[in-house]
């Protein structure tokens, strides 16, 4: 079992910048590659980005690549998205994951991840 609960959402206007924490207890975080997702009102939930188990590689959505930046402290067991340039189309809840069948090569799909934390809301206004 993995535990996940995300943290920093909140309001805030384009332009502005947001980092967001995922805290993971139960099983071993490091061993797991980890994803964002995020899902607005009436869309279906998308991949935002993924790390591997050891952070050395990293995968983003074409939307985010360049103004997010996914990180990891394996000794926090805790998961970052830095999130800059925020743009009223990022308004949504984030969420973060883990993929306990996956170490590198971080995969895209949300199907493919196991456990899933509440959510954290960001909202972006023009």
């Known amino acids: 079992q993995v535990q996940l609960v995300e943290s920093g959402g909140g309001l805030v206007q384009a332009g502005d910048s947001l980092r967001l924490s995922c805290a993971a207890s139960?099983?071993?975080?490091?061993?797991?590659?980890m994803g964002w997702f995020r899902q607005a009102p009436g869309k279906e939930r998308e991949f935002v980005a993924a790390?591997?188990?050891?952070?050395?590689?990293?995968n983003y959505a074409d939307s985010v690549k360049g103004r997010f930046t996914i990180s990891r402290d394996n000794a926090k067991n805790t998961m970052y998205l830095q999130m800059n340039s925020l743009k009223p189309e990022d308004t949504a809840v984030y969420y973060c994951?883990?993929?306990?069948?996956?170490?590198?090569?971080?995969?895209?799909?949300?199907?493919?991840?196991?456990?899933w934390g509440q959510g954290t809301q960001v909202t972006v206004s023009s």
């Open positions: 139960g099983r071993t975080f490091s061993n797991n590659a």
């Open positions: 994951a883990a993929d306990v069948n996956r170490k590198s090569y971080p995969r895209t799909t949300a199907y493919d991840y196991d456990y």
């Open positions: 790390i591997s188990y050891s952070g050395g590689t990293t």
